[in-house]
């Protein structure tokens, strides 16, 4: 497919943006339910505007897309495939019921963030189970950052800690704060070397801490 830059629309260091990026993120909104009283960021993307301006969204050198942070936006409806992006935030968007799988084909991912931890009475909370954490983080081998605080995931110390060994080899930062997690924390977590921040609390991990995670020697906060 031939791709042409939006005519006369540039970024402020005189980079253009990619007309099929802009065209994606006018769609993305035009599927979302949001309140534009209270928003920061979705109210911004005008297609008229400076797209430089658009809040939320950072492009690069190129004109693509690569991060997209719609936290604490309130908005509801599908998600659609940005395959360039290396950052998404969506906490506490606003999201509830289950997250889908096409956020496991944005194989760039370098940091996500889907925490909700700011609940509305009657509305269901995010959920991982079809797909689940082990579907959701299988393609994301370049993933450094995963925060799901408050994401019901109710898995066994043996399953979530094989799906994010087998999966995510550079894991960094990984918080998985009340999630309905069970313990005891699995052996085959000690792949993941590279982690410095583990995040755990609030989970039914009754058990004693790994002696392995003695040998993790960038690990500042546990």
């Known amino acids: 497919m031939h791709v042409t830059s939006v005519s006369g629309e540039c970024l402020s260091d005189g980079r253009v943006c990619l007309e099929d990026e802009v065209l994606l993120l006018l769609q993305l909104k035009s599927s979302l339910i949001f309140n534009t009283a209270a928003s920061n960021k979705l109210v911004s993307w005008i297609q008229s505007a400076d797209y430089c301006s658009w809040g939320g969204v950072t492009w690069d050198a190129t004109g693509r897309v690569v991060s997209l942070d719609l936290s604490s936006e309130f908005i509801s409806a599908e998600f659609h495939k940005l395959g360039n992006l290396t950052y998404l935030n969506l906490s506490n968007a606003g999201f509830s019921g289950q997250i889908p ?13 889907l925490s909700s931890l700011y ?24 993933l450094r950052e995963l925060h799901l605080d ?15 060994s087998s999966s995510v080899p550079n894991l960094q930062v990984l918080s998985l704060y009340s999630c309905h997690l069970s313990g005891p924390i699995h052996y085959s977590l000690k792949k993941l070397q590279s982690l410095s921040r583990i995040r755990l609390d609030d989970n039914n991990i009754a058990a004693p801490v790994p002696e392995f995670l003695s040998n993790f020697s960038n690990l500042t906060h546990l």
């Open 150 to 164: 408050g994401v019901i995931i109710s898995a066994q110390g043996k399953e979530w800690c094989w799906a994010l």
């Open 119 to 142: 609940f509305i009475t009657g509305i269901p909370k995010l959920k991982l189970e079809n797909p689940n954490l082990r579907m959701l983080v299988q393609n994301l081998k370049k």
């Open 101 to 113: 799988i096409e956020i496991s084909y944005l194989t760039r991912l370098v940091t996500i963030d």
